[in-house]
């Protein structure tokens, strides 16, 4: 087609901006409205039995979005037997060309795409719409940096089995980019959408898609069973909360990967710089320290203990007893009360065993041979202890 050709009336051809198998890309101009356009042409003699579908579904679909982050479609229609799609022009280039031009991309550059291209496919699925081609060649970036989503046209209506325009088990889309479930061949759903754009913004950093092989056969087994080398191990520069994060994406089952506004709340937050260290430890409340005592310091066994000392034994309270062992009284004392009570039961442990002592020394000397039963103890003012000092006569 020749340049300066006015299509419906007011949309004037000027050069070609991009070339495929369904179509043509041109920029143009509105008269009208007075103002550029992007015209999307299909080829007159198509050969693909679903293109005039799928480029009619493009326009269905692109036109109930409007969204910053999604190429906004303004017209649709037929010329001289070519359908015809106007879009807002994009003054910029495909993430592919970018890759192709400059190599990888900073984190921060990666980080902003993300958070805008998720805005955009949040918004696909809010509609009901997945997109299904997610990968560097439909997303542009505009003059300003900004990202667009385009070319909706294999996308599906999930509420609209047959919206996937292909036949039983073929699958529609871009192998480097696609998600297990769908190498499996069940339908695309939001899911699928994250895990396309995780693919994307891993290439974008590393310079390359996270799966490659031989074959698309090959690469769909890698997407299914294959694990992605975190990006780090690359030698890409990357905060580790961006990287776990991106390898969240690319989760194998689909619940396990964040949705859409998730994506773009997280990068759009600056979550992925993470933080230079971690968080501290929270520390305990602190307790007051015990006063330090001789049974504190550890200490060899000894059968006799120390003078002073009192230790607490957890007895039972009679033979078969059932009380529960947590009630015995098996941790120390602290504080002034507590060494005041240590000090007061070792008084009295003191005080018991020297009362046994004395009735023990009274009975042997009352029972012992030197005395006939006929002697008495004495009952002067001494009493017991006069007959503990008692001692057999030669």
Not at 56 to 83: C, I, K, M, N, Y
Not at 231 to 255: D, M, S, T
Not at 364 to 383: K, Y
Request: aromatic share 6%; charged share 15%.
């Amino acid at each position: 087609m020749k340049q300066q050709v006015l299509i419906a009336g007011r949309y004037r051809l000027n050069n070609t901006i991009g070339r495929g198998a369904m179509g043509e890309v041109w920029q143009a101009y509105d008269e009208l409205v007075g103002r550029p356009v992007a015209v999307k042409l299909l080829h007159a003699q198509n050969s693909e039995p679903t293109a005039a579908a799928r480029f009619r579904l493009e326009a269905q679909t692109a036109g109930l979005l409007s969204h910053p982050h999604v190429v906004g479609v303004l017209d649709f229609g037929e010329q001289e037997g070519r359908l015809f799609l106007v879009m807002e022009l994009v003054d910029g280039d495909s993430l592919a060309r970018v890759l192709a031009q400059t190599g990888p991309l900073p984190a921060e550059d990666v980080a902003r795409i993300a958070a805008q291209s998720a805005a955009g496919l949040g918004a696909a699925h809010e509609q009901g719409i997945v997109h299904r081609d997610i990968k560097p060649g439909n997303l542009l970036l505009d003059a300003d940096g900004s990202l667009k989503i385009g070319d909706f046209g294999i996308a599906h209506f999930m509420n609209d089995p047959s919206g996937a325009l292909t036949a039983t088990g073929q699958i529609v889309g871009t192998s480097l980019y696609i998600a297990p479930e769908r190498a499996l061949g069940q339908p695309a759903g939001p899911p699928s959408d994250v895990y396309s754009l995780g693919c994307v913004l891993y290439q974008l950093l590393t310079g390359q898609p996270p799966f490659r092989a031989g074959s698309p056969i090959a690469v769909l087994h890698h997407h299914l069973d294959t694990a992605p080398v975190p990006p780090r191990e690359l030698g890409v520069a990357l905060p580790p909360a961006f990287e776990n994060y991106l390898l969240g994406l690319l989760a194998k089952r689909p619940e396990d990967r964040p949705t859409a506004h998730q994506v773009a709340d997280w990068f759009g937050a600056g979550n992925w710089r993470g933080r230079p260290e971690p968080l501290p430890a929270i520390a305990p409340h602190p307790r007051p320290e015990p006063r330090a005592t001789a049974w504190d310091a550890p200490s060899a066994p000894s059968p006799t203990p120390a003078p002073g000392a009192a230790t607490v034994y957890a007895f039972p309270t009679a033979t078969g007893s059932t009380t529960p062992s947590h009630r015995t009284r098996r941790r120390q004392p602290t504080g002034v009360r507590g060494v005041a009570r240590k000090r007061s039961r070792a008084v009295g442990t003191v005080a018991a065993v020297l009362v046994f002592l004395a009735a023990l020394l009274i009975g042997m000397a009352w029972f012992s041979p030197a005395h006939s039963s006929a002697d008495t103890p004495s009952t002067g003012p001494s009493g017991t202890a006069s007959n503990s000092r008692s001692a057999p006569q030669p």
